[in-house]
């Protein structure tokens, strides 16, 4: 049984919306749902998340896209890799993430109560 972290953070690296999907599924299923009904001057977001109509819904949201585009894409679309750079943040809040040993190792069988230790351990990050 595999799960995949999926979460929105503001430009501090803090969490804002997660969600939970199967291991098996892909990462740009989960990222239409997760940015409805959120403003931001940009979205920041892996190579995983290329997909036409994902940027079609951000350029929608006036927010800039920065994606970077997969290498199997035919027409390569620029980003900027200065504004690319900061997706780190989000790579060191997964890792401080992982340091709370309930999530790294999943203890929890059920979905909502894994769900619910993430938001736990991740509160932790906006009290520091």
Do not use: C
Request: charged content about 30%; aromatic content about 8%; glycine content about 4%.
């Amino acid at each position: 049984m595999t799960t995949k972290i999926h979460t929105v953070s503001d430009a501090e690296g803090r969490p804002l919306r997660f969600a939970l999907t199967g291991g098996e599924a892909h990462d740009s299923t989960a990222a239409a749902d997760l940015l409805d009904g959120l403003t931001a001057a940009g979205v920041i977001a892996d190579k995983a998340y290329d997909t036409n109509d994902l940027r079609e819904m951000i350029a929608d949201a006036e927010a800039e896209v920065v994606i970077r585009s997969k290498r199997n894409r035919r027409v390569i679309v620029p980003h900027d890799a200065q504004a690319y750079r900061l997706r780190n943040r989000i790579e060191r809040f997964f890792n401080k993430l992982k340091h709370f040993r309930r999530v790294a190792t999943r203890y929890d069988r059920r979905s909502s109560y894994f769900l619910a230790a993430i938001h736990l351990a991740s509160s932790m990050s906006w009290m520091r």
